[in-house]
């Protein structure tokens, strides 16, 4: 729980000195409850702006169609659009969805709640290494502190 009580500020620090780090390669980390206006819009800054795909992976939540719509509202205000990735069990027709959400997107961010779920799926190591890919060539990625285990993967 400790670790949960990190500031706003600490949040800024890490994301820009920890972008400035890894060269090109961004990964920003954000704590639980609101997130702070100035790490969302430098994540939208870095993941293309207007012309920026994010997929947002609510497969954590309980909730994930309202995790969404507050995340789309959310990036609405910056201009940039926002692609759902759909919900495991993946048929087919969900994974090539998917598959193709991975590969257009130019930023990522993993919504809160239970890490293990989101475990569950990257355990799949086919979907798990083309995230790793897609991190190493840039895109972008934003984490809630609560599912940070997921971060394993790069």
């Given at each position: 729980?400790?670790h949960?009580?990190?500031?706003?500020?600490?949040?800024?620090?890490?994301?820009?000195?920890?972008?400035?780090?890894?060269?090109?390669?961004h990964?920003?980390?954000i704590?639980?409850?609101?997130?702070?206006?100035?790490?969302?819009k430098?994540?939208?800054?870095?993941?293309?702006?207007?012309?920026?795909r994010?997929l947002?992976?609510t497969?954590?939540?309980?909730?994930?169609?309202?995790?969404?719509?507050?995340?789309?509202?959310?990036?609405?205000?910056?201009?940039?659009?926002?692609?759902?990735?759909?919900?495991?069990p993946?048929?087919?027709?969900?994974?090539?969805?998917?598959?193709?959400?991975?590969?257009?997107?130019?930023?990522?961010f993993?919504?809160?709640?239970?890490?293990?779920?989101?475990?569950?799926?990257?355990?799949?190591?086919e979907?798990?290494?083309?995230?790793?890919?897609?991190?190493?060539?840039?895109v972008?990625?934003?984490?809630?502190?609560?599912?940070?285990?997921?971060?394993?993967?790069?």
């Amino acid at each position: 729980m400790r670790h949960l009580r990190l500031t706003a500020p600490f949040f800024l620090i890490l994301l820009i000195y920890g972008g400035l780090a890894v060269g090109q390669q961004h990964l920003v980390v954000i704590g639980g409850g609101k997130r702070p206006a100035e790490a969302m819009k430098k994540f939208v800054e870095w993941s293309g702006g207007k012309h920026g795909r994010i997929l947002v992976i609510t497969w954590a939540t309980a909730e994930p169609e309202e995790s969404f719509n507050a995340m789309k509202a959310e990036l609405d205000v910056y201009g940039v659009e926002a692609l759902h990735a759909p919900m495991p069990p993946f048929d087919q027709i969900k994974r090539d969805a998917l598959v193709s959400q991975i590969k257009t997107a130019t930023g990522v961010f993993f919504g809160g709640g239970d890490q293990n779920r989101i475990m569950d799926v990257l355990a799949d190591r086919e979907l798990r290494d083309m995230l790793r890919q897609r991190y190493k060539e840039g895109v972008r990625w934003a984490e809630l502190v609560q599912v940070l285990r997921s971060c394993r993967i790069l």
